[in-house]
T-cell receptor, first 111, second 114 residues
Framework: EDQVTQSPEALRLQEGESSSLNCSYT??????LFWYRQDPGKGPEFLFT???AGEEKEKERLKATLTKKESFLHITAPKPEDSATYLC????????????FGQGTTLQVKP | DAGITQSPRHKVTETGTPVTLRCHQT?????MYWYRQDPGHGLRLIHY???????DKGEVSDGYSVSRSKTEDFLLTLESATSSQTSVYFC?????????????FGPGTRLTVT
């Protein structure tokens, strides 16, 4: 059974304090691993897709990396506007079109 | 902006009444999805569609039905709403010719069943 576990559940950082969020996954034939950002009361906003181990993607202060068992979302020198819930999802070969989501990491960045 | 709208955005209904939620897209994407989001469970797939009149079940499809008579509209129906269906419902679309693409989400519908 495909499964995604995110850690930690919640993370508090001071502005400028870099850290990483973890997404561990079990999937039969990874088709893609996806990172989303979700602000309160809004729908998830797409950030990155990673397809194979060793791949990296960057966007502003965010960098996503992928291994065969997990993905990390690195946040460098975060700002208060980076505060949100970050969701990880996987799509396996046996679940065409279906994303399996983790429960998310809620990040709070204090000024 | 993937051009997705959901209606209504908020709804309160009574147990046992039928409810239909609408998802509308403006860019003719083939794949559309309905998810629910609940504390402690994250986002879970209810149903999805891979074309007009082509739909399939997700992991939490019991108590829900869907219809897609036009490319741009995907309807989610609760035939007889129950309190366990109180949730936030999100529609999503997938771009490209394959389902193996990132999904883009609408703004959500908050449904309360009393």
């Amino acid at each position: 059974e495909d499964q995604v576990t995110q850690s930690p559940e919640a993370l508090r950082l001071q502005e400028g304090e870099s850290s990483s969020l973890n997404c561990s996954y079990t999937v039969s034939g990874l088709r893609g691993l996806f990172w989303y950002r979700q602000d309160p009361g809004k729908g998830p906003e797409f950030l990155f897709t990673l397809y194979s181990a060793g791949e990296e993607k960057e966007k502003e202060r965010l960098k996503a990396t992928l291994t065969k068992k997990e993905s990390f979302l690195h946040i460098t020198a975060p700002k208060p506007e980076d505060s949100a819930t970050y969701l990880c999802a996987v799509q396996g070969a046996s679940n065409t079109g279906k994303l399996i989501f983790g429960q998310g990491t809620t990040l709070q960045v204090k000024p | 902006d993937a051009g997705i709208t959901q209606s209504p955005r908020h709804k309160v209904t009574e147990t046992g009444t039928p409810v239909t939620l609408r998802c509308h897209q403006t860019e003719n994407h083939r794949y559309m999805y309905w998810y629910r989001q609940d504390p402690g469970h994250g986002l879970r797939l209810i149903h999805y569609s891979y074309g007009v009149k082509d739909t399939d079940k997700g992991e939490v499809s019991d108590g829900y039905s869907v219809s897609r008579s036009k490319t741009e509209d995907f309807l989610l129906t609760l035939e007889s709403a129950t309190s366990s269906q109180t949730s936030v419902y999100f529609c999503a679309i997938s771009e490209g010719d394959s389902s193996s693409y990132e999904q883009y989400f609408g703004p959500g519908t908050r449904l309360t069943v009393t």
